[in-house]
């Protein structure tokens, strides 16, 4: 290797330090950078008027089942529902918003998957009301029984759980709020296939109180001899939920399920039941009972109609976390009776980002 004259590397070395910036020169240009971007008008959403979050809740549970009927007992790992979500919004005018949300199930107690989905919708939110098309929330369960399903499992409202909807596909659906009152209708649009499920409702919210009138119309089978037969469900339903000064919560639904089949005089009639309440019994704690009757209609010999309680001690450290203790009993007709004892865990989140009204 041949070595530089040494006027060539005291050059050599005048240039690199000319090139090299000093430590000042790196500080100022870093602060002129982040002047930069703290001016910038690029929002995290990246959509002007605009706002999206990204939500979950898992609720992992540790479950001891016992057959009080035939001494057989069992633990198992379960799930409350847990859940993943993402919602967004756009104003593009005054008082009017394109919304959208998709929800999908996290199946904790088995494999983790990202399980089916809950919601999926589109639509438009204006002062004449919101229209939206896809997978939502029928009217019967958003007016009526979320006031009841304030237990920490997968199954509640309990007696409700057993007749449903939770969820509807191929659904368009509209709402309206005019101060304190609130109209839904919906219906499910399911091309050719003989299907269809009409809902709509009513509720009053006024301070702590609130009351809520649905009626369901769809589509239903049944299996009678051997045979399955086609027919139309129609369910009323209502509910009261009040929540008092003290922290006291109370909350009842009850709903009519008439069942008509295509065979002449072929018919049958049920009804479901649901109690909750709610009491802080110190700070952050409290404790959460129900009752419920699920009547399925049917005969002594095939019914599946059960009652039973629920009692649950809640402790809630902060808002989005949530750990409990839960007794539950089923008493079924002809079904040997259960209980289980339910150690369970939630943990929520809601991730905001824009600048979305």
Avoid at 182 to 203: I, P, R
Wanted: charged residues 20%.
């Amino acid at each position: 290797m041949t070595a530089l004259p040494f006027g060539l590397c005291v050059l050599s070395m005048s240039v690199s330090a000319a090139e090299t910036p000093t430590l000042e020169q790196q500080v100022d240009a870093l602060n002129k950078r982040i002047e930069q971007l703290e001016g910038s008008s690029i929002s995290p959403s990246q959509f002007e008027n605009s706002q999206v979050s990204l939500y979950g809740s898992f609720r992992p549970t540790l479950v001891y089942n016992a057959e009080k009927s035939n001494d057989k007992d069992d633990w198992d790992i379960g799930d409350a529902l847990s859940r993943i979500g993402i919602k967004a919004s756009t104003e593009f005018a005054d008082g009017w918003s394109a919304i959208a949300q998709g929800e999908w199930s996290v199946d904790i107690a088995n494999n983790g998957n990202l399980g089916n989905a809950r919601l999926a919708y589109l639509g438009i939110a204006s002062p004449y009301g919101q229209v939206a098309f896809g997978k939502q929330r029928p009217a019967q369960y958003t007016l009526v029984e979320e006031y009841l399903d304030i237990f920490n499992h997968a199954s509640s409202p309990f007696a409700f759980d057993s007749n449903g909807p939770f969820f509807v596909n191929n659904f368009a659906t509209y709402k309206l709020n005019l101060n304190e009152f609130t109209f839904m209708a919906a219906a499910q649009v399911n091309g050719d296939k003989d299907t269809h499920l009409y809902n709509s409702g009513l509720a009053f919210d006024k301070d702590n109180l609130h009351i809520g009138i649905a009626y369901l119309d769809q589509n239903t089978s049944d299996v009678f001899g051997g045979t399955d037969v086609d027919g139309d469900k129609d369910t009323w339903a209502g509910s009261v939920a009040y929540s008092f000064d003290n922290g006291l919560y109370l909350a009842a639904a009850y709903a009519d399920v008439d069942y008509s089949y295509d065979i002449a005089g072929l018919s049958k009639s049920g009804s479901t039941l649901d109690t909750a309440l709610a009491y802080p019994i110190a700070e952050h704690y409290k404790v959460k009972l129900g009752y419920f009757d699920y009547d399925d209609g049917k005969n002594a010999l095939l019914t599946q109609s059960y009652d039973g309680y629920n009692t649950t001690l809640e402790w809630t450290p902060v808002d989005n976390i949530r750990l409990h203790l839960e007794y539950l009993v089923r008493n079924y007709d002809q079904k040997n009776d259960d209980q289980t004892i339910t150690i369970g865990f939630r943990y929520d989140f809601n991730l905001v980002w824009g600048n979305g009204n």
